[in-house]
């Protein structure tokens, strides 16, 4: 049996990790490197790194955030945010992520998920999806989901998996920062679509979502401000879903 994840998420503005509701009512969370260090001595299986304001102006603030994790974590990580092509991918990679995350520049030209995983290998693409519920079923949405797109989750999902992306950071914008669980009904469609990995992400906020979650199908769950914040620990989160019966890595 193939073990689930728990993956610690830092949302990045300028060098400082943040959280907020949907993205907005951002408040500092820390330093990402003693955040990074703690998460990984706790246990968590990896990291993602999401720099929610990436531009051109902050590239060089985040390839300098990057160095400073790499060398102070042993666990895998992923950065995501501002990926536009793969020169920008390749630069992270360079600087010691693991993985790259894209979604926005991905939806608009999908032939970036092609030749990402051509240059660097499926197992480096993470394709962070963020959806919104409609009444004609999930809609993915872009520009940390201000912008509705004309994709139906499903459908875009399908044309990731094929494009090479290697696994899948699924984001119910209904549910992010809301502590109040993952959105089941979209990780059991995402789930029946898919052969790669998924990340269950957007709602957490105790240790029966992430059980929840990954009866739900998903893979790994994704845990921001509940950890930053609320006094819960990687290591009391894997003790209590083992005690559940779902495997994990050991702490």
Not at 169 to 188: C, H, K, P, V, W
Request: proline share 2%; with cysteine; aromatic share 4%.
């Amino acid at each position: 049996m193939v073990m689930k994840r728990i993956i610690p998420c830092l949302d990045i503005r300028n060098g400082r990790v943040v959280k907020g509701v949907q993205f907005l009512n951002l408040k500092d969370s820390g330093d990402p490197v003693e955040l990074a260090t703690r998460y990984d001595a706790e246990g968590a299986d990896e990291l993602v790194f999401l720099d929610i304001t990436a531009g051109t102006e902050n590239r060089d603030t985040a390839v300098r955030m990057v160095e400073r994790v790499a060398k102070a974590i042993f666990i895998p990580f992923t950065v995501g945010g501002g990926i536009r092509k793969a020169e920008d991918a390749d630069a992270m990679l360079l600087a010691g992520c693991d993985k790259v995350g894209i979604n926005s520049a991905a939806v608009r030209r999908p032939e970036l998920i092609t030749d990402m995983a051509n240059r660097f290998g499926s197992q480096c693409v993470v394709l962070a999806v963020d959806v919104r519920r409609k009444a004609n079923g999930y809609r993915v949405v872009v520009d940390a989901g201000r912008t509705e797109t004309e994709w139906a989750m499903e459908d875009w999902l399908l044309e990731a998996q094929r494009r090479g992306a290697g696994e899948v950071l699924l984001t119910s914008m209904d549910q992010d920062g809301s502590n109040a669980g993952y959105d089941l009904e979209a990780l059991r469609s995402a789930s029946n679509q898919l052969r790669i990995p998924l990340i269950a992400s957007g709602g957490f906020g105790e240790a029966r979502h992430a059980l929840e979650a990954f009866r739900a199908g998903a893979d790994a769950a994704l845990v921001a401000s509940a950890l930053h914040t609320c006094g819960l620990t990687v290591k009391r989160l894997k003790e209590q879903l083992s005690k559940e019966g779902i495997e994990v890595r050991p702490c």
